[in-house]
């Protein structure tokens, strides 16, 4: 039934951009992080392991002038300018980016439940196997979540389910607040790279203190 008088709000909790990833950058990326991954010294200097919670195979950061070359810096700002400036009715005026790396996962591993530093973060989707999850969904009815990002804010409450699961696909790009945590659900059977890419910013602190 239509009823103009009747309207869900849904303004409770952080809020989270969907934006997809021009192809032509997720081509450059990839194209780069293949190259990186067979120089084993180009990976060693740029591993990036000891900096972040993640139980997997690869993780290493991304060069400053790699992100400028390839529209992937770009591509935050915009975003993230964008974004805020709809949230919060409000000009952004610094969009510092910290860094930004890769994350090579495959059979069987994770990353457990974590949170960034910086005001802003984000995590997306470079390659996703194409078999991920099929032994499953032919046995179950049922939702599978191996290899799954997975935002989580609050605690399960009536009418709030507190985790939002994200289905992995390639240029799928999430952004969201520093402070909410996430993880990444290990996959089964295939032997393919789970490939995410992942970044920390600053912005206005005027804008991000919601307390001055």
Known sequence: MKNKNFKIIKRFGPSVLKVRIPISIVNKLNKYIDDVVKSKTKFNRL???ENLVGDVSQEFRLEKKIMKVTGW???IKSSVKRWLEIETNKKVKKINVMNSWVVRQFKNE???T???GGHIA???FLKVPK???LHVQKKRNKEYRGGSLQL???SRMFLNHSTLNIKPVVGDFYFFPNYLMHSVFPFKKSLEERRSISFNAKI??????VYE
Do not use: M, T, V
């Open 47 to 49: 591993d990036y392991g």
């Open 73 to 75: 810096e770009n591509f």
């Open 110 to 112: 994770y990353n457990p």
């Open 114 to 116: 974590h949170w960034h």
């Open 122 to 124: 984000g995590a997306g």
């Open 131 to 133: 078999d991920l999850g």
């Open 152 to 154: 989580i804010h609050g």
């Open 204 to 209: 206005d602190q005027s804008i991000y203190n």
